[in-house]
């Protein structure tokens, strides 16, 4: 892709993120004046991310309740070129993703529904994968490794409940016990 094919695309993917802003905020269109591309890309390793200014300084977890609608006074858009290495349709799961920050910090339960009840993506892993699914998994040694995969959180959590019983059935003795969590991919 060009550079000029770039900006273009950048400005296509702003384009959408505010539409998505205004499907899904009732206040969207008054959200939407406040939106903003921004020109960097992010430092981490994601498709897109959404910064939130409150007098001209980014802030975290700044929350009216559990949303930041109505407290940010500008939202900044950055978006990674590979975003552009997906289909048009995993694009719009990670912006409409990103446009849900707008109302929920971080990446808890209740911003997890929400993004699925919108048709966002909730995990970058998803990202080129039709499903929003939920790995297990167990830690073996310093780092975790997947043991099983389910299609909702709830099968998992079964999963993990039993796992952990299993293991105290086998290590009845105090000792350091069975880590285990929840990867939405």
């Known amino acids: 892709m060009t550079p000029i094919e770039l900006k273009q695309a950048r400005w296509r993917a702003f384009d959408v993120f505010k539409e998505e802003v205004t499907r899904i905020w009732s206040s969207g269109e008054k959200l939407v004046s406040r939106c903003e591309l921004h020109p960097e890309v992010p430092k981490e390793d994601v498709h897109a991310a959404l910064l939130i200014l409150m007098h001209g300084k980014p802030v975290r977890d700044r929350a009216w309740g559990n949303h930041v609608v109505y407290t940010a006074e500008s939202y900044r858009l950055m978006i990674h070129p590979k975003l552009f290495d997906v289909s048009v349709e995993e694009q719009r799961r990670t912006l409409i993703h990103e446009a849900c920050h707008i109302g929920y910090s971080g990446h808890g339960k209740k911003f997890i529904d929400f993004c699925r ?39 998992a959590m079964a999963h993990g409940r039993s796992l952990q019983q299993a293991y105290r059935m086998l290590h009845p003795q105090p000792e350091p016990g069975l880590s285990i969590r929840l990867a939405f991919i």
């Open 117 to 155: 009840s919108v048709g966002g993506v909730v995990s970058g892993a998803a990202v080129g994968t039709n499903t929003n699914r939920v790995a297990v998994e167990q830690k073996f040694g310093a780092r975790y490794k997947e043991v099983a995969v389910f299609n909702t959180e709830q099968e």
